[in-house]
């Protein structure tokens, strides 16, 4: 009950960086009485709108009345603080007194029981000497202050309070922001004169560039493919059909998105950028088949109902097996599956909109839209295709004839995949660009607050000149975002993308390298991230906590560890919370002259306490507000350590004996921590650390983790990963999983439709050469393997199989309905089959184009994923045209073999 603010908790969001940030200030009114006009008709006003979830204040200037005690004259006086801490409480209350009823009336009991002023606490009378009252302004200086005075922010140079409004989760942000600047100029007219309210920062800035810049990928996405299905087809006609499919399935996708309650966002919009691919995919395969049988003299309608009939399983496999790679992207836990369950529903819900719409629109519209061209027609528009066809025809026989050597580029494959994963560089996510910049300020551990405060001013000079900066928010002091009293904050709002000249990144970069001018004090900045793990804000990104069972034991082996990984090429600005020492003054009383006084430790503890320790003695509480009451000696006399001696004790022997705390004790000034770190139970420390430029966070891990085993460090000590380097561990082994997840359910979807345990395998080896081009594209693009990039991978395992589906499909027609044999069978199909294979992978590649190639906000998140697909397809669809038949004319072969071996034995047994 003795603290001066309960202890809290924090649940984190990931998604929970604040939307809005307003800056309070004025050039007339004190900042504590500005910080109650915040609170009051700001704060709570705009935490009552709909979509706000919290409003933080920063700057932690709550009005509070501040009594200012000098020792000397209160000791003059036979008083101590012990006597004024108890006057001072007593004569403020505000209790029940009852009520009472006469014969014909009721009444209420009160009294001005309640002190409400500085000049009320001025006038109050806390002894009586010589017949005289002595009054607290006798003793003290009282004044309306700050509840805590070691706390303080600044927009850019002025002082000001800062306010940081966070959305509810799952509310829209654009909509909350949107709805809080309509309301400002109402509750600015609510503030009085002379307090100015300021936009520090807008979240949704970037947020609306980035929304725009994935708009513009859809659309371009579209238009990209709708011109591959026009070079293919050379149909207005036919082009028309599948170019509807697109905006149908778009739209469907949009209304279950509506029922679902998901908003549009960067990955609702990213889905359905790759979904522009795919859902024309469906069509192309209809619409092929159908021109196909018209082209061979068919009628429009006749050639409709035949083509489908014969088409309509293969679309069925298709969109059940890419659904079901989906699947397991619905089933991640954690912070990745979080965020990916809307972009893995969306996809899945456009493909299937776009399953139905080939189904039923598209044959509708050939038997209506599609005409049979003149054989010169044909001739001038598909004679280059037809030619390519009978090239490829060529190469596939030279493939056939050497099925080993075939079967060795397919197993090579395989190899080049599992190689690439193992030794291609891992991270997390992509660091993006938002157009925030956060940073740490640390100054040596013995720093006051007022020094702090002016290296702090010092490195906000020097960040706002920089050319690409455009405001700033800076906070000192111990307010629950930093937790040590030598640190202080940094929020840069950068100038939008087109004004600057350099990244996040590199500004954040030039800004460190400018701030070492400032004598006393270092900085350290990063890129605001859209996905924050960390609780806290700490001086460098990653954090590892050691634990022990006593703190003798990191005291030990924490400075050796320190010194291994600041060898460590790969990590930079490492630093624990351990290695930060401030100064401290330790008493050593002497208890048998203390009790020779009648003083108790207890008395010593109270005394300092109410003196140094910024003690709450009562609460004034106002209408719309409360203020509290601060103990303490007047500043001026605790300039040195040695002034803690001048306080003055109470004596258990004497109401009227005063001993000063010298008499008893003597103070020596030691190393002290700037905060105590537990680990659950356990005593701990925080090693923090950051990456070097093109280093990976996997091979950082993985150095970090051999440095330690080679410590050789007790039993007694464990390390733990926090933050985003546990969450980037626990999602290296999800990607694993995921990637094995998906070929398991694809494997058992196309199970269960061929009805066959060997004609999946033959689709699913289609896969690694997908998986070698996508990973190779990666390595030479100088993007690592992240979460982006494994989705890229997931979605891979989609398209790719769509070949073989389509191959295989007429194969076993041909085989079933023809008689044909196996070799002649899948030639045929290849023959049949190559336009629309080559017609759905290079509509597919369009799509993940403008991924690849973008810019702007936003496109670091994006890049990997269109680096995977693009990549993965161009290598895949040149292998895979080759591998694919010969494959399953093994597994024929194969299957050829035993198929005796069991009717003999089947035979045998009867």
Known sequence: ?????????????????????????????????????????????????????????????????????????????????????????????DMPKGSFEGPKRAYQIDANDRVESVEDYERLVVAYRNGAPVRLSDIATVVEGAENDRLAAWMNRTPAVILDVRRQPGANVVAVVDAIKEALPA??????????????????????????????????????????????????????????????????????????????????????????????????????????????????????????KEIGFTIVSLTVSLVAVLIPLLFMTGVVGRLFREFAVTLAVTIVVSAVVSLTLAPMLCARLLRR????????????????????????DFALERQRATLFVAAGALVATVLLYAFIPKGFFPVQDTGLVQGVSLAPGDVSFAGLAERQKALADVILADPDVAALSSYVGVDGAVMAPNSGRFLIDLKPFGERRASATEIARRLAAGSEKVPGIALYLRPAQDLAIDAGLGHAQYRLVLEAAEPAMLDRIVPAFLGRLRALPQIENVGATQEAKGLGVYLDVDRDTAARFGITLATVDNALYDAFGQRIVSTVFTQSNQRRVILGVDPAFAREPQSILDVYLPSSLSRSAQTPLSAIARAAVRPAPLQIEHFGPFPATSVSFDLRPGAALGEAVGEIGRAWRELGAPPGVRTHFQGAALAFEASLGDELLLILAALVCVYIVLGVLYESFVHPLTIISTLPSAGAGALAALVLSGHELGVIGVIGLVLLIGIVKKNAIMMIDFALAAEREQGLAPREAIHRACLLRVRPILMTTLVAMPSALPLMLGSGVGAELRQPLGVAIVGGLAVSQILTLFTTPVVYLAFDRLTSRRAPKRVFLSQAGE
């Open 1 to 93: 009950n003795d603290l001066p603010a309960p202890p809290s908790y924090v649940k984190i969001n990931p998604a929970d960086t604040p939307v809005l940030t307003l800056a309070v200030t004025s050039d007339k009114l004190p900042l504590h009485r500005v910080q109650e006009f915040a609170d009051t008709r700001l704060a709570q006003k705009i935490s009552q709108m709909a979509g706000v979830g919290f409003v933080a204040i920063g700057g932690g200037e709550r009005p509070a009345v501040r009594i200012r005690v000098n020792p000397d004259a209160a000791s003059a006086y036979g008083l101590n603080l012990d006597d004024l801490r108890t006057t001072i409480g007593a004569a403020n209350v």
């Open 373 to 396: 061209s003149a054989p010169r027609e044909r001739l001038g528009s598909r004679g280059g295709f037809e030619a390519a066809v009978e090239i490829y025809g060529r190469l596939l």
């Open 187 to 308: 509750l600015k007219e609510t503030l009085p004169p002379g307090v100015d309210v300021a936009l520090l920062a807008d979240r949704t800035v970037t947020i609306r560039a980035s929304v725009r810049d994935v708009e513009l990928d859809l659309v371009f996405a579209v238009l990209l493919v709708v011109l591959a299905i026009f070079l293919f087809l050379r149909d207005f006609r036919a082009t028309l059909i599948p170019s509807l499919s697109a905006p149908l399935s778009l739209v469907g996708a949009f209304a279950a998105m509506h029922l679902l309650g998901f908003s549009v966002n960067n990955l609702t919009l990213l889905a359905l950028t790759i979904g522009a691919g795919f859902v024309v995919d469906d069509s192309i395969v209809m619409i092929e088949n159908i021109a196909r049988h018209v082209e061979t003299g068919k009628r429009p309608f006749e050639a409709a109902l035949v083509g489908s």
